[in-house]
């Protein structure tokens, strides 16, 4: 069975700061690769994801992520954070063999200080 | 239409009563998802519909009935639940083409068992 470590359970930063969360799998075989990020009282929403080809890639309101298989890591980034992206991010990953099953990180709270 | 849609967003019913929960998409996926998430906790699977059949049960325990009436429409049927049950209980649907495709998410029941 798959499982997904996030190792950071909460992380602080002031706007404008660079960040980067990590997101590590267990996984040998080939995966699909997610980050949702979920807002207070809001439902997940999809921030990008990795199926096959660059190992980076964009998603919306300027993160980005790096699938490095060599590490089994998909970290999240974003090079200047705003006070909105404080939110609860999750990393998930399914293997490409189940099709369906997400198993999500423990997540990450984000708090992002104006 | 991308919306996963959720009712009631929050629920308090005693240890004896029936209710259900109530998820909708009009994105035409076939595959639809419960997810039970606690407080500070990523999101748990609980059962996968795939055609309006349900391919996966996670060991979920019977107080909790699922169903599938058609290609749109998910319900949980509630029964002698525990005070522990009380979660966010999610709602996700997705596209069934045999290739994996992100989930997407609704805002939740907040479910209280008192």
């Known amino acids: 069975a798959q499982s997904v470590s996030q190792h950071n359970h909460h992380v602080i930063l002031s706007e404008a700061a660079s960040l980067e969360l990590g997101c590590n799998y267990s996984y040998g075989g080939t995966v699909n690769l997610f980050w949702y990020v979920q807002y207070p009282g809001q439902h997940l929403q999809l921030l990008l994801k990795?199926?096959?080809?660059?190992?980076l890639v964009k998603g919306i309101k300027g993160f980005e992520a790096e699938f490095i298989k060599s590490k089994f890591s998909f970290n999240l980034r974003k090079p200047s954070v705003q006070w909105s992206d404080t939110a609860e991010y999750f990393c998930?990953?399914?293997?490409?063999?189940?099709?369906?099953?997400?198993?999500f990180g423990s997540g990450t709270q984000l708090t992002v200080l104006p | 239409d991308t919306e996963v849609t959720q009712t009631p967003k929050h629920l308090v019913m005693g240890m004896t009563n029936k209710k259900s929960l109530k998820c909708e998409q009009h994105?035409?996926?076939?595959?639809m998802y419960w997810y039970k998430q606690k407080a500070k906790k990523p999101p748990e699977l609980m059962f996968v519909?795939?055609?309006?059949?349900?391919?996966i049960n996670e060991s979920v325990p019977s107080r909790f009935s699922p169903e599938c009436p058609n290609s749109s429409l998910l319900n949980l049927h509630l029964h002698a639940l525990q005070p522990e049950d009380s979660a966010l209980y999610l709602c996700a649907s997705s596209q069934e083409n045999g290739r994996v495709a992100e989930a997407f998410f609704g805002q939740g029941t907040r479910l209280t068992v008192v």
């Open positions: 998930a990953v399914n293997d490409k063999g189940s099709a369906r099953q997400l198993t």
């Open positions: 519909y795939s055609y309006e059949k349900l391919s």
């Open positions: 994105m035409g996926h076939r595959a």
């Open positions: 990795y199926f096959s080809g660059d190992p």
